[in-house]
């Protein structure tokens, strides 16, 4: 049932763990956004990331200096955009994507250094094991680094972008969620601001290094709309997964995140009804917003065939999208996927009857939509 509470992670909740790297304009923004409402227990970090601001704002203004402000043209790009529910396998499927180096894709550093990453990423990386240094992420087994493709959400987060990530900072206001999410909720200013910046930021990338735009972020599945506009021969690549799975891994991820992040209090009993809510919000903004959108722009994915015959789906999806690079990528693929034999999923088995009947409910448009069995499975190798 909605109500039914869920453990705050790591005990009770003595603030954020970490901190994001904003320049000094974007965590102003972000905060006074959220009316400066922080819990004293996240003073410190507060103060911290307000001292590192300054630091991250100056390399920016030394890159825009050495750069002249410019970055590559991106509007006659044609990127990739994954998409899909969190925990639905978008992070699977962008990593395996990742490995046909016809692609370029942002990864952790730029993604959590958005101002100067042009300026600081190549001398940070040669440190001695942080390109490859593994660590694992919070919400699962699957571990990351510094050069890992990441999700670009989070540099729009720390660029000041209006951003459904703002919740991971000020998670005891889900009610914004909605606000956050749909483009269609901001006023004419915030969507220009977004545009400017995440073009900006996929500038940068492109100057970075070549290669077709790669992106993944399950809040882009609210704003394939306004991605059309931007890049009008974009395609999008929507990944699915059984909907007890997606809904339960989803209340462990925020969850964690919130305790890693936050800077206030949540109530635990609130996240089953968020999670429902941003999930309907979600299919019903993808299902308007892909109206119109030619076949050869849109691939639907099930993660459970993707599990199963990974390769084979990716020679599916190459040839549903027109992709001609398979061949050359075809043993980077094999060789991800067989480092990922083993690995079990969480699964459902502690779901309460009562949470499981609610998702059935509500999200039973989404189980007939992508023709899911409404019983519960069980966990299982992938």
Request: hydrophobic share 40%; proline share 6%.
């Given at each position: 049932?909605?109500?039914?509470?869920?453990?705050?992670?790591?005990?009770?909740?003595?603030?954020?763990?970490?901190?994001?790297?904003?320049?000094?304009?974007?965590?102003?923004?972000?905060?006074?956004?959220?009316?400066?409402?922080?819990?004293?227990?996240?003073?410190?970090?507060?103060?911290?990331?307000?001292?590192?601001?300054?630091?991250?704002s100056l390399a920016g203004l030394a890159q825009?200096?050495?750069?002249?402000?410019?970055?590559?043209?991106?509007?006659?790009?044609?990127?990739?955009?994954?998409?899909?529910?969190?925990?639905?396998?978008?992070?699977?499927?962008?990593?395996?994507?990742?490995?046909?180096?016809?692609?370029?894709?942002?990864?952790?550093?730029?993604?959590?250094?958005?101002?100067?990453?042009?300026?600081?990423?190549?001398?940070?990386?040669?440190?001695?094991?942080?390109?490859?240094?593994?660590?694992?992420?919070?919400?699962?087994?699957?571990?990351?680094?510094?050069?890992?493709?990441?999700?670009?959400e989070f540099a729009l987060l720390v660029l000041?972008?209006?951003?459904?990530?703002?919740?991971?900072?000020?998670?005891?206001?889900?009610?914004?969620?909605?606000?956050?999410?749909?483009?269609?909720?901001?006023?004419?200013?915030?969507?220009?601001?977004?545009?400017?910046?995440?073009?900006?930021?996929?500038?940068?990338?492109?100057?970075?290094?070549?290669?077709?735009?790669?992106?993944?972020?399950?809040?882009?599945?609210?704003?394939?709309?306004?991605?059309?506009?931007?890049?009008?021969?974009?395609?999008?690549?929507?990944?699915?997964?059984?909907?007890?799975?997606?809904?339960?891994?989803?209340?462990?991820?925020?969850?964690?995140?919130?305790?890693?992040?936050?800077?206030?209090?949540?109530l635990s009993e609130d996240l089953p009804r968020?999670?429902?809510?941003?999930?309907?919000?979600?299919?019903?903004?993808?299902?308007?917003?892909?109206?119109?959108?030619?076949?050869?722009?849109?691939?639907?994915?099930?993660?459970?065939?993707?599990?199963?015959?990974?390769?084979?789906?990716?020679?599916?999806?190459?040839?549903?999208?027109?992709?001609?690079?398979?061949?050359?990528?075809?043993?980077?693929?094999?060789?991800?996927?067989?480092?990922?034999?083993?690995?079990?999923?969480?699964?459902?088995?502690?779901?309460?009857?009562?949470?499981?009947?609610?998702?059935?409910?509500?999200?039973?448009?989404?189980?007939?939509?992508?023709?899911?069995?409404?019983?519960?499975?069980?966990?299982?190798?992938?």
């Open positions: 049932m909605a109500s039914q509470r869920m453990p705050v992670p790591r005990g009770e909740w003595r603030g954020p763990q970490a901190t994001l790297h904003f320049g000094a304009a974007g965590l102003f923004k972000v905060l006074a956004a959220h009316q400066f409402k922080i819990s004293p227990r996240a003073f410190r970090a507060v103060a911290r990331m307000s001292i590192e601001s300054v630091s991250h825009k200096a050495l750069h002249g402000g410019a970055t590559a043209e991106t509007k006659s790009q044609k990127p990739v955009f994954i998409i899909g529910h969190w925990r639905s396998g978008t992070t699977l499927l962008h990593e395996a994507l990742c490995a046909d180096r016809s692609f370029n894709s942002p990864n952790t550093y730029e993604c959590l250094f958005p101002q100067h990453f042009l300026l600081t990423e190549e001398r940070y990386l040669k440190a001695e094991g942080r390109r490859s240094a593994l660590s694992p992420r919070p919400m699962d087994a699957m571990t990351v680094s510094m050069s890992s493709p990441q999700e670009d000041g972008a209006p951003s459904f990530y703002r919740l991971l900072l000020f998670p005891g206001q889900m009610s914004l969620g909605r606000g956050l999410l749909l483009p269609s909720e901001w006023d004419s200013g915030e969507v220009d601001s977004w545009k400017r910046l995440f073009s900006a930021f996929l500038g940068a990338v492109c100057m970075a290094r070549p290669g077709r735009l790669l992106l993944k972020s399950p809040t882009h599945t609210c704003r394939v709309g306004m991605l059309r506009e931007m890049f009008p021969d974009a395609q999008f690549l929507h990944i699915v997964r059984q909907p007890y799975e997606v809904f339960t891994s989803t209340l462990r991820l925020w969850n964690e995140l919130f305790a890693l992040y936050g800077l206030q209090r949540w968020f999670v429902l809510d941003i999930g309907e919000v979600m299919e019903q903004r993808l299902e308007a917003d892909l109206r119109g959108l030619p076949e050869s722009s849109y691939c639907l994915v099930r993660y459970e065939d993707l599990s199963s015959d990974p390769v084979g789906q990716l020679e599916a999806i190459y040839r549903r999208l027109g992709w001609s690079t398979l061949a050359a990528a075809r043993a980077d693929f094999e060789e991800y996927f067989a480092a990922r034999v083993g690995y079990r999923t969480a699964g459902v088995r502690d779901l309460d009857p009562d949470l499981a009947d609610l998702v059935r409910q509500r999200w039973a448009s989404i189980f007939r939509k992508y023709d899911y069995p409404e019983r519960l499975p069980t966990s299982k190798k992938t």
